[in-house]
T-cell receptor, first 111, second 114 residues
Framework: GDSVTQMEGPVTLSEEAFLTINCTYT??????LFWYVQYPGEGLQLLLK?????DKGSNKGFEATYRKETTSFHLEKGSVQVSDSAVYFC??????????FGTGTRLLVSP | DTGVSQDPRHKITKRGQNVTFRCDPI?????LYWYRQTLGQGPEFLTY????????KSRLLSDRFSAERPKGSFSTLEIQRTEQGDSAMYLC????????????FGSGTRLTVV
């Protein structure tokens, strides 16, 4: 079945450091890919998405490129802020009305 | 429109009691979804509605769980005879069928069974 694998956290960085959170997926066909962010005590917010191979999703300084050849959708940001501290979820959608999520990666950014 | 609303935000209940959660989707959205998120895990699909029809249920949704969307607007999720394993965050989301995957999530209801 469809699945998403994320790097385990927590990822601990200093402010202004470069961020990479790895995400790989297993799915037949051509899923759409997403990154969601969850701040403490809150629900999920869509951060960015990509719907086909080689698409780059971007938002708030975060980027991810849909790599079909490596079945990956790694999240990057050039300079993280303390306010970016949250849990980040990679997810795929292949229809059938449901998102399939990874287990999440906690990011901790210190001043 | 204030987005997807869930009530209550937190619920603590004793094992064996019944609980009911409510979700109010974005008003023009015709699809509504329930997900469950346990500690340290990603959300898992439970069920979804298109208008008032419940079109799919995950095998995670045991017989103790029931969801309704009686008028195609708000939805309720009831858990009967709660167990400690039911402790989780229950997330609701809504979307327009035409948007495919354009989900908007609510803030969730955190259930603790003691």
């Amino acid at each position: 079945g469809d699945s998403v694998t994320q790097m385990e956290g927590p990822v601990t960085l200093s402010e202004e450091a470069f961020l990479t959170i790895n995400c790989t997926y297993t799915a037949t066909g051509y899923p759409s890919l997403f990154w969601y962010v969850q701040y403490p005590g809150e629900g999920l917010q869509l951060l960015l998405k990509a719907t086909k191979a080689d698409d780059k999703g971007s938002n708030k300084g975060f980027e991810a490129t849909y790599r079909k050849e490596t079945t990956s959708f790694h999240l990057e940001k050039g300079s993280v802020q303390v306010s970016d501290s949250a849990v980040y979820f990679c997810a795929l959608y292949r229809g059938f009305q449901k998102l399939v999520f990874g287990t999440g990666t906690r990011l901790l950014v210190s001043p | 429109d204030t987005g997807v609303s869930q009530d209550p935000r937190h619920k603590i209940t004793k094992r064996g009691q019944n609980v009911t959660f409510r979700c109010d989707p974005i008003s023009e959205h015709n699809r509504l979804y329930w997900y469950r998120q346990t500690l340290g895990q990603g959300p898992e699909f439970l069920t979804y509605f298109q208008n008032e029809a419940q079109l799919e249920k995950s095998r995670l949704l045991s017989d103790r769980f029931s969801a309704e969307r009686p008028k195609g607007s708000f939805s309720t999720l009831e858990i009967q005879r709660t167990e400690q394993g039911d402790s989780a965050m229950y997330l609701c989301a809504s979307s327009l069928a035409e948007s495919g995957y354009g989900y908007t999530f609510g803030s969730g209801t955190r259930l603790t069974v003691v």
